[in-house]
């Protein structure tokens, strides 16, 4: 059974930083490209970050570009987004991706709310 669980969300202020995990299970993890999402409310979803499963490629949506940091450990099985600068605008339901060939498998989303 394949599950991504993501922690690290929470409230913080406008200026402030969280750290987003994402452990994987009941997957090759190495073989897959991983990804944070994110789901504002009255939005649709949108990519924030994708790492290639070598971790040597990455891409950022513009509006995170130098503040956000995706990252991965095969050893752990784990993705992880560094949120810097935070802005009440990144609020919203973050959620973990894995990608390989024609499967994607989806975390259950971890609230983030920067107040201003």
């Known amino acids: 059974q394949v599950q991504l669980v993501e922690s690290g969300g929470g409230l913080v202020q406008a200026g402030g930083s969280l750290r987003l995990s994402c452990a994987a299970s009941?997957?090759?993890?190495?073989?897959?490209?991983m990804g944070w999402y994110r789901q504002a409310p009255g939005k649709q979803r949108e990519l924030v970050a994708g790492?290639?499963?070598?971790?040597?490629?990455?891409n950022y949506a513009d509006s995170v570009k130098g503040r956000f940091t995706i990252s991965r450990d095969n050893a752990k099985n784990t993705v992880y987004l560094q949120m810097n600068s935070l802005k009440p605008e990144d609020t919203a339901v973050y959620y973990c991706?894995?990608?390989?060939?024609?499967?994607?498998?989806w975390g259950q989303g971890t609230q983030v709310t920067v107040s201003s």
């Open positions: 009941g997957i090759t993890f190495s073989h897959y490209g």
């Open positions: 991706t894995a990608r390989f060939l024609s499967q994607n498998y």
């Open positions: 790492i290639s499963s070598s971790g040597g490629s990455t």
